[in-house]
């Protein structure tokens, strides 16, 4: 449960001021709504519909101080937004928001890899293009030759529990990748790796513009 706080009043007045002074604390429900606990009584906040069940917005239709207070909690990342639940990042600890029906370890947006993605192989220091996700841990995920990938002696610097990704060497895609995606890594042979091994060079390097270009580039 969170303690009741509050912020700075940042020189504002009326409900905008309230809303940081009055010490509230924020609790996200798993159906996107939030319930706000003050000294005066607890409520119920929809941020997507704007509505509240205090009397200043259920009855004078006002853009409430719980109403506020959700919204800045939410732009300043102390909860998650609607839709979205806490959870903690396999490689760092840090706090990320990730959707409600999220499986398996997750990563915060500095440790996460997308299809696409141009990666530097921590170990050989080699390039590759993330292929996908597989959302399940080093320990639990095995490669063609039968292995876990955390048995790898290459991955024991990272951890056991981290979510696995697969790839593909840059130096095998095929001319055609830049034109036709992902699509077109058929046959291309993949290699399995714990998170924190790969680290992102591009976002998006398999996408929109050309292989071509993209080589120039890199």
Do not use: W
């Not at 006002?62 to 732009?75: F, G, M, Q, S, Y």
């Not at 440790?111 to 993605?117: L, W």
């Not at 591009?202 to 929109?208: D, I, L, R, Y």
């Amino acid at each position: 449960m969170r303690r009741k706080t509050t912020l700075p009043a940042d020189g504002l007045t009326g409900r905008a001021r309230r809303a940081r002074v009055e010490p509230m604390a924020v609790r996200p429900l798993r159906d996107g709504r939030y319930v706000v606990e003050t000294d005066g009584g607890t409520y119920v906040v929809d941020i997507e519909t704007r509505t509240c069940t205090c009397p200043d917005n259920a009855i004078r239709h006002a853009r409430c101080k719980h109403l506020r207070r959700v919204a800045i909690e939410i732009t300043t990342g102390e909860v998650p937004p609607p839709g979205r639940r806490t959870a903690t990042c396999a490689v760092c600890g840090d706090k990320t928001f990730v959707p409600m029906d999220a499986r398996g370890p997750q990563l915060c947006r500095t440790h996460e890899h997308h299809p696409g993605d141009l990666v530097h192989d921590r170990e050989t220091g080699s390039l590759l293009v993330v292929t996908r996700a597989l959302h399940t841990r080093a320990d639990e995920t095995t490669t063609e030759p039968g292995r876990l990938v955390s048995e790898f002696e290459t991955n024991t610097e990272y951890g056991d529990h981290e979510p696995v990704f697969e790839a593909v060497y840059l130096g095998s895609l095929p001319a055609t990748v830049g034109l036709s995606g992902l699509s077109g890594l058929e046959g291309v042979r993949t290699y399995r790796f714990p998170a924190s091994r790969l680290s992102r060079v591009e976002q998006g390097f398999v996408g929109s513009r050309s292989l071509g270009d993209q080589l120039v580039r890199a």
